[in-house]
């Protein structure tokens, strides 16, 4: 089945500095790359996501890149604010599957 | 719109007993996920419904989990005769028309079931 590996597990930047979380999926047949946020309590919450007829896309300070070849995607933030530290999740799956598969998470902290 | 909604949000139950967790799609969302998290990892798919249909069930466990979408009313996962390893937060997730139609799964707020 589908493997995904996400770095670094913690990450820790100046408010205002950028961060960038990546993905690495082994399933070359994934064709779907969403971005969830997690805050401590609550659900995850989809805060940006990719398909593969894509190679990036941009919302406001926050991007996500991908490249297939190498099958690695990628979550930049820029501008941190302090608002922005939860711990964040990739995930990935594949064209006719509903099931996703999730990243291990990486606990972003945004050092006022 | 109202999100996601799930309850109970927090359930304790002692070893042997049962634990039913409820989950209502936001509105117009006939697909329904399940996860579960352990803590400090990453969710992990459990079972994925369509009304009165359980489309995959290839993350459940074979023995003493269920999960239903019936026609009217919530989706139901429902634990039997819980352990201790069995604690954790569930997720319950919504589409409309799922991701192969290029659709989004969106997340409620989780139950968290402690197992004393």
């Known amino acids: 089945g589908e493997n995904v590996e996400q770095h670094p597990s913690t990450l820790s930047v100046q408010e205002g500095d950028s961060a960038v979380i990546k993905c690495t999926y082994s399933d070359s047949a994934s064709n779907y790359f969403p971005w969830y946020k997690q805050e401590l309590g609550k659900g995850p919450q989809l805060i940006i996501d990719i398909r593969s007829n894509v190679g990036e896309k941009k919302d406001q300070r926050i991007a996500v890149t991908l490249n297939k070849t190498a099958k690695h995607f990628s979550l930049h933030i820029t501008e941190t604010q302090p608002e922005d530290s939860a711990v964040y999740f990739c995930a990935t799956t594949n064209f006719g599957n509903e099931k996703l598969t999730f990243g291990t998470g990486t606990r972003l902290t945004i050092i006022p | 719109n109202a999100g996601v909604m799930q309850n109970p949000r927090h359930l304790v139950r002692r070893r042997g007993q049962e634990a039913r967790l409820r989950c209502s799609p936001m509105?117009?969302?006939?697909?329904v996920y399940w996860y579960r998290q352990l803590p400090e990892e990453g969710l992990k798919f459990m079972v994925y419904?369509?009304?009165?249909?359980?489309?995959?069930e290839s993350g459940m466990p074979k023995e003493r989990f269920s999960a239903e979408f019936p026609k009217e009313g919530p989706s139901i996962l429902r634990i039997q005769q819980v352990v201790r390893g069995d604690s954790a937060a569930y997720f319950c997730a919504s589409s409309q028309t799922g991701l192969a139609d290029t659709d989004t799964q969106y997340f409620g707020p989780g139950t968290r079931l402690t197992v004393l």
């Open positions: 509105k117009g969302h006939s697909h």
């Open positions: 419904l369509q009304k009165e249909n359980i489309i995959d």
